[in-house]
């Protein structure tokens, strides 16, 4: 039985020319690009490859490019029989990344995730402009001082984790004010603060108005429990039925990533070893830090994938 397991990067894995090479390299990577533009009805292989950078990072872009970006990928390696979607005893991915899990294990189709991924986007960063706010990453502190520093500042607004990637990086998230308060604070709980260049408050209180308008969008799908297993953010369990996974992507949008548990929970089952498949080496470095041991392959692009068949 096989231990392996696959991740996807969610926002932030991003970059101008993100899977050029693959689609110049590979028809099956071409035509993924070619299919999502029709779905979408614009061009999105042309801000993959060629940006601008200032749109490519829009929450309501980088979103489908990155899922098309790593389904493209994906079944490249598939085509040349890097490894079989039956090799894997469990999917995953951060975020934006689960979607992209669940649509290569089957549980819905990638025009359905496509739309489902641009719509999210979208309502997302309609909350980032009706509610302003940031995220900082605290390096160097453990839940319990985090949630402390939090509490320290919470008549400054509200804020609170928002992803926990690894052991010492901890991101919360939340009212602008709040985020300045507690970078300025982190230091008197032996931590360093980092403010991200992000539009919002991602995965906090304030997208909870984009998590209740995506409600409808994940009622139209028609989901089906994946296989192979695919673990969700929100709590480090496997998804089940359709009605639980349409629940946890609506709660994964106002709700903490827990993906160091995610990683660890597979870990913990006996996965090994595990493979990012899709733009950048996020995963990979996060991967570092949770569990140095396990071993981690990267694919994304054209050198990685040719490397890995090898």
Not at 102 to 120: I, M, N, Q, T
Not at 176 to 194: M, S, T, V
Not at 248 to 276: H, K, S, T
Request: hydrophobic share 45%; charged share 25%; proline share 4%.
């Amino acid at each position: 039985m096989s231990t392996n397991a696959v991740i996807f990067p969610g926002q932030g894995a991003q970059l101008v020319g993100m899977g050029k090479d693959v689609a110049d390299r590979y028809s099956v990577a071409a035509d993924t690009f070619a299919q999502a533009d029709e779905t979408l009805g614009f061009k999105l292989s042309e801000l993959c490859f060629e940006g601008p950078a200032e749109r490519l990072n829009a929450t309501d872009i980088q979103q489908p490019a990155i899922f098309t970006t790593s389904v493209a990928i994906f079944r490249a390696a598939l085509d040349e029989h890097v490894f079989k979607t039956r090799q894997f005893a469990a999917m995953g991915g951060l975020s934006l990344g689960e979607y992209t899990a669940l649509h290569l294990a089957g549980s819905l189709s990638f025009d359905d995730a496509l739309r489902l991924v641009h719509r999210r986007g979208q309502l997302m960063q309609e909350a980032c402009e009706k509610y302003p706010g940031g995220m900082v990453s605290l390096m160097g502190m453990d839940e319990d001082k985090v949630l402390a520093l939090c509490e320290r500042v919470v008549a400054t607004g509200r804020v609170g984790p928002a992803n926990f990637n690894c052991p010492g990086q901890i991101v919360i998230s939340g009212d602008k004010a709040a985020c300045e308060a507690a970078a300025k604070l982190a230091e008197d709980f032996d931590g360093k603060a980092i403010p991200l260049q992000v539009a919002g408050a991602f995965h906090s209180e304030l997208m909870r108005s984009a998590a209740e308008d995506l409600k409808p969008a994940l009622a139209d799908c028609e989901f089906t429990a994946p296989a192979p297993r695919v673990i969700a953010n929100v709590d480090a369990e496997y998804h089940s039925g359709a009605d639980a996974i349409r629940e946890a992507l609506y709660r994964q949008v106002f709700n903490p990533v827990r993906w160091q548990a995610c990683v660890e929970r597979l870990i913990a089952d006996g996965c090994e070893p595990f493979w990012e498949v899709g733009p950048n080496r996020v995963l990979t470095g996060l991967m570092r830090k949770i569990n140095r041991k396990t071993k981690t392959i990267n694919i994304s692009s054209v050198d990685r994938l040719t490397a890995a068949k090898e």
